[in-house]
Structure formats: C-alpha cells, structure tokens
C-alpha cells in the first residue's frame, strides 16, 4: 500500500495551465502504474490520464487528450499537466496507484489500489 498527496489545484481562467503533482510514500519499492481521474459535482468519478510503471506508455480520455500530459519521474511523483483548460474540466482530480509488475496502464476505477485525497480544479470562463 502507499500513500498519495494530491497538489497544485486552484483556480484558473479558460485557456489557462495548471500542473498537479501526486507525492507518493509508503511501499515505494515496488513498481507500480499511476493515474489521474477527476469528479465534477453531480458526476461519476472519470478516467482522464494514466501511465505504467516505467513512464514509457501514456494514454489520455479523449476529453483531454492534446491538452494534459501526465508523466513521472519515477522517484516518488507523478505529475498532470494541464493546458488550454476549459469549464467543464472543473473537478476534484485524484491520482491512483496500482501495484503491477507488468508495463500496463489501467483506465477502470476498480483496477486501483490506493487513491490520494483530492485536489480540487476550477476554471472560470
């Protein structure tokens, strides 16, 4: 098991970035997958970027995709750029870990282990 800190939300202008970070502790030795998902108020929690073990596969929900990258420096954070963004990327965004020794990515809630606490994004237009 490990342990997430979710950070960098806040407000933003449309056409603005952000960029989050996920601090991650805990079980750090072994490989594990990240991903980000987000949940806007009166919605499902959605999948919008992941990334596998070794920070060389990445794919994105087709809502963000050419606007966010997610990547890693395989120390102890993942990371979500987001550029261009727009009102309905308003949300509380959450990075998630799977254990996995496998080069996979997973894009399903249920595939995740371990979820951080939240960080909250809100874009004004």
């Known amino acids: 098991q490990v342990q997430l800190v979710e950070s960098g939300g806040g407000l933003v202008q449309a056409g603005g970035s952000l960029r989050l970070s996920c601090a991650v502790s805990g079980r750090t030795f072994s490989s594990y997958a990240m991903g980000w998902f987000r949940q806007a108020p009166g919605k499902e929690r959605e999948f919008v970027a992941a990334?596998?073990?070794?920070?060389?596969?990445t794919y994105y929900a087709d809502s963000v995709k050419g606007r966010f990258t997610i990547s890693r420096d395989n120390a102890k954070n993942t990371y979500l750029q987001m550029n261009s963004l727009k009102p309905e990327d308003t949300a509380v965004y959450y990075c998630?870990?799977?254990?996995?020794?496998?080069?996979?990515?997973?894009?399903?809630?249920?595939?995740?282990?371990?979820w951080g606490q939240g960080t909250q994004v809100t874009v004004s237009s």
């Open positions: 998630a870990a799977r254990a996995t020794s496998g080069s996979y990515y997973y894009t399903t809630l249920n595939e995740y282990d371990d």
């Open positions: 990334i596998n073990w070794l920070g060389t596969i």
